[in-house]
């Protein structure tokens, strides 16, 4: 079966300092892979999506950026971190881009900005 | 562009009592739906989806969602809720994107508080 495993569950960073998030999908092969956020009191929002390896695609202009260096890892990174980048951050994956196909999701990272 | 909205950010009912989520969507074809739940510091887990046929979908939990073309509606349901239930709840849409299409966008969460 199937599985996705995002580290670390929690983060607390200042203000100017790296971040690196890693995602891994187990169990299956080419998966589209996302990174969404979920900041406090809000919905979840896109932040990048990829189809293939080192191929990525940003939903929203941000501090943040993306990499894909294997097919079943996705990293989630900043040089900078600010302040307004604390929140939940969600990684998911899923087969292949048919329309409605479910999306599963990592257990998520806690990422504090002090 | 597609949109959904969750017009209730928090309801609390009692324990054994019946539940309604209410879910809108904006959508011009025909919608692909989900209904998501997280509990408090995880991830999100799919309780059903709808994406033809049979406009009531069963789901894991004893969950179920209605669609309803003419109210532009996913609305989720539980005859008698668990204190177990307690979480928050997502509706979703898939978002068109030309080559990949199975950008979800999210509702804003609806937060279920059970009482004893």
């Known amino acids: 079966s199937q599985t996705i495993h995002q580290w670390p569950a929690t983060l607390v960073q200042p203000v100017g300092s790296p971040l690196s998030l890693e995602c891994t999908v187990e169990?299956?092969?080419?998966?589209?892979l996302y990174w969404y956020r979920q900041a406090a009191g809000r919905g979840l929002q896109l932040l990048f999506y990829?189809?293939?390896?080192?191929?990525i695609s940003s939903e929203v202009p941000q501090n943040l950026s993306a990499s894909r260096p294997q097919d079943r890892q996705f990293i989630l990174s900043s040089k900078k971190l600010l302040l307004s980048d604390s929140g939940f951050y969600l990684c998911a994956w899923n087969r292949d881009s048919t329309a409605g196909n479910t999306i599963y999701f990592g257990e998520g990272s806690w990422l504090t900005v002090v | 562009a597609q949109s959904v909205t969750q017009p209730d950010i928090h309801i609390t009912v009692s324990e054994g009592a019946s539940l309604e989520l209410r879910c809108n969507y904006s959508?011009?074809?025909?919608?692909?739906l989900f209904w998501y739940v997280q509990s408090p510091g995880q991830g999100l887990q799919l309780l059903l989806k709808y994406f033809s046929g049979d406009t009531l979908v069963q789901g894991i939990k004893g969950f179920e969602a209605e669609f309803k073309r003419s109210q532009s509606s996913f609305n989720l349901r539980k005859p008698s809720v668990h204190w177990s239930d307690a979480a928050e709840y997502f509706c979703?849409?898939?978002?068109?994107?030309?080559?990949?299409?199975?950008?979800?966008?999210f509702g804003t969460g609806t937060l279920l508080a059970v009482q004893p």
């Open positions: 169990g299956t092969s080419n998966p589209n």
């Open positions: 959508y011009g074809a025909t919608p692909y």
């Open positions: 990829s189809v293939g390896i080192g191929q």
């Open positions: 979703a849409v898939v978002r068109n994107y030309g080559g990949a299409t199975n950008k979800l966008i």
